[in-house]
């Protein structure tokens, strides 16, 4: 019966494609495997970050006409300090002028220099300048002057500026004093031990009033 075509072509319309387990094997790779493969290839490709060749030119064309360099530039000033705090030993021995001319100022007043600047030991550069007085070269050197960029608020006291200006117009010709610190005034230590009398006094001045008062009575 078994060798029977209809009936054979009829089984096997009902037993379906799989016939033996290497089949069932090789169905369940290509159903369930296969696309569990593909899903983490996909999910790591976008994890990484991996992008295809030729984004770096991409990566560089204006948005909104704004390069990337812009937008770079744009978002580091959003990010920059507003400000800083520096804590200074107020009792440091201050810095010499020549210390503070090497260091701040030598670029443009040593030798060569800069053109138009004074130099260090120019007399007839400085003649001019010095006529001015110091306070109004101080306020120059702390401010700025023309090229000059302003010296104070730096890594230098105001003061020790002024004694690299006091150090250069001094090289030029100048008499100017060495700025100090003021010297810190002394404690009124006299007044306070004459004072507490002076309240006891008035505390005690009501008692013969208080005495009499009671005599009275």
């Not at 159903?31 to 560089?60: C, N, R």
């Not at 010095?130 to 306070?135: D, K, P, S, T, V």
């Not at 003021?182 to 009033?209: E, K, L, N, T, V």
């Amino acid at each position: 019966m078994s060798a029977d075509p209809h009936y054979q072509a009829t089984e096997d319309a009902h037993t379906g494609p799989i016939k033996n387990p290497k089949q069932l094997l090789l169905a369940v790779f290509f159903s369930f495997i296969v696309p569990i493969l593909i899903i983490v290839a996909l999910v790591s490709y976008v994890v990484s970050g991996t992008q295809p060749a030729g984004t770096a030119e991409g990566d560089g064309m204006s948005l909104y006409g704004v390069s990337k360099d812009g937008r770079d530039r744009e978002v580091a000033d959003r990010l920059k300090k507003v400000g800083a705090i520096e804590i200074r030993d107020a009792n440091r021995e201050l810095a010499a002028g020549e210390t503070v001319f090497k260091a701040q100022c030598v670029a443009c007043h040593g030798v060569p220099g800069i053109p138009g600047a004074p130099h260090l030991n120019d007399a007839a550069a400085w003649a001019p300048r010095i006529g001015q007085g110091y306070a109004t070269l101080l306020e120059h050197a702390l401010k700025g002057k023309g090229a000059m960029p302003a010296q104070g608020g730096g890594d230098y006291e105001d003061l020790e500026i002024g004694r690299a200006v006091v150090y250069l117009a001094n090289a030029g010709g100048a008499k100017f004093p060495v700025p100090e610190r003021a010297a810190a005034a002394p404690a009124a230590d006299g007044a306070a031990p004459g004072a507490a009398p002076a309240a006891s006094g008035a505390m005690a001045a009501p008692a013969p009033a208080a005495e009499a008062s009671a005599a009275a009575k």
